[in-house]
């Protein structure tokens, strides 16, 4: 879409905004959000089979990872939108005696959502969800990378929507920064911290709000108590899922050296149980998103290896195919050390005391998720309390993604604000205070002051 479409598209939008907040009350929002539900049941078959042509993910992935949380999100908004648009009533101050006082969530209005390639779907929908919710119009840029997905998305808006309620956007980075350069009321952004950085600076432009759903390298730790066939399994899954393209994904493990080579047996047993001898030949094992994505992997497993680390699991590499992998020896000179993995390759590093994991942790850039594996109550606890991340995982990976009364988000590098159910709505509303004179006795200090 050329520059004047888009600005034709983000006009029209707007004219029809204010009216919007007249008409668009309970009863319509529901009603688009059940609308929206119904087209993507039944248009369920085009969504799995777009996946599987963008890259090979396999169904039961997109059933449970794409289409249900999507579905999820709708069932769950539905339900409590009633109680989350009440106007909330708020007790007077002393100072404020004599007025009352309420909360009010009203829409932003014109809303930019900019989706990621690695769940293009339930991450364009998501957020969409929230934003009609809270009663917004918006624009939705889904990722280039994922071609097929896209126009499903596009195909599925067209058939639902009209076009100053939400309109799709197509194309790359050249029309997101197009689309960056209008004045939207809100942005929500999905994507990695370089770009984020990019959106947030585009947002300064016209003070447009902004929520960044970043990235990161999210750390797993497992204590010397933990359960290691359920670590393993938790880990393999959260690790391995998407091939390894998930935000929340483990992105490198710590685990205690007394445990290390049973850890390390039992993270292999559970690689085994779930994708067979050869991952190449497994149905449920999905591929690398793109010929360049497949290459920077290779690329930070060759570099790992030339600077002395050592694959001791999986390793193989065909176009985009790369094997569920398990990397040893990490050192800070490597790049996959530094840089967000987001693959299917997972270093393991032994730890003598929790001190040296913590104080690593909190060297870096907050991350987005983090995992403890341990029954000790106390040992999660200490580790919770010294560091901070967008959330947690205990004993499980992952799974947090999918609670829909819990914030989901990340914390500076890894984003900024928090999606899904009552937080989604929140993100896209601006809560307005309206407080109303009774018998204020205010009045009698305004001037001329008297001694
Ligand atoms: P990306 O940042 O490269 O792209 C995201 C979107 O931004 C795409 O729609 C793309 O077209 C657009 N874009 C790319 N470059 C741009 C630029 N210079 N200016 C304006 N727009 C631009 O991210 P990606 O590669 O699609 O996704 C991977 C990243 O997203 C990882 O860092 C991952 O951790 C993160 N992620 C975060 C979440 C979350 O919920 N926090 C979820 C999924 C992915």
């Known amino acids: 879409m ?44 085009d969504i799995v ?23 999820q999100e709708i069932r769950h908004t539905m339900r409590h939108l009633k109680r989350w648009m009440r106007e909330r009533r708020v007790a007077p101050t002393l100072a404020t005696l004599g007025t009352s006082a309420r909360i009010r969530p009203e829409p932003r209005g014109l809303c930019l959502i900019i989706a990621p390639w690695n769940y293009p779907f339930n991450l364009a929908l998501g957020p969409l969800v929230s934003a009609l919710a809270a009663g917004n119009s918006a624009v939705v840029k889904p990722s280039e990378m994922t071609p097929a997905t896209s126009q499903v998305i596009a195909d599925i808006i067209e058939e639902t929507f009209p076009p100053d309620l939400v309109a799709v956007v197509q194309g790359g980075r050249e029309v997101s920064q197009q689309l960056l350069d209008q004045p939207f009321d809100h942005i929500f952004f999905t994507g990695s911290p370089e770009v984020g950085k990019i ?57 205690h050296r007394s445990i290390e080579a049973r850890f390390s047996e039992a993270l292999r047993a559970a690689i085994r149980h779930a994708y067979g001898a050869d991952p190449q030949a497994s149905r449920d094992y999905a591929r690398i998103v793109n010929a360049h994505h497949a290459e920077r992997l290779r690329g930070l ?23 569920p992998t398990l990397i040893e020896a990490i050192t800070p000179q490597m790049d996959i050390d530094r840089e967000e993995i ?66 989901f988000g990340g914390v500076n590098n890894s984003g900024i604000g928090a999606a899904h159910g009552y937080f989604g709505f929140q993100a896209f509303s601006h809560v307005k205070p309206i407080l109303k004179e009774r018998w204020s006795a205010v009045p009698m200090l305004f001037p001329p002051y008297r001694p």
């Open 2 to 45: 050329d520059g004047d479409r888009i600005e034709a598209t983000v006009t029209r939008q707007k004219a029809a905004v204010a009216e919007r907040r007249l008409r668009f009350g309970l009863e319509e929002r529901k009603g688009a959000l059940a609308h929206l539900r119904q087209t993507i049941e039944r248009r369920e078959r």
């Open 49 to 71: 089979e777009a996946l599987r042509r963008d890259f090979g993910k396999p169904e039961p992935e997109v059933i449970l990872t794409e289409i249900l949380p999507v579905l």
């Open 199 to 255: 959106v947030m600076a585009a947002a300064a432009r016209h003070l447009s709000s902004v929520t960044l759903e970043l990235g990161g390298k999210s750390p797993t730790i497992v204590g010397p108590g933990a359960d290691l066939d359920k670590a393993a399994r938790w880990i393999a899954f959260g690790k391995f899922v998407n091939a390894g393209q998930t935000c929340i994904a483990p992105d490198h493990v710590f685990v």
């Open 301 to 323: 497993l060759q570099d790992a290896t030339d600077k002395g680390a050592r694959i001791s699991f999986g390793g193989e590499a065909e176009g985009t195919y790369l094997a």
């Open 342 to 407: 987001f693959g299917p390759v997972l270093p393991i590093m032994a730890y003598d005391g929790l001190d040296e994991v913590i104080n690593r942790i909190n060297a870096r850039p907050k991350p987005l998720a983090l995992y403890i594996f341990e029954k000790d109550a106390a040992f999660a606890e200490e580790i919770v309390a010294r560091t901070s991340s967008g959330g947690v995982g205990v004993n499980l990976t992952t799974m947090h993604y999918s609670h829909a009364g819990l914030p």
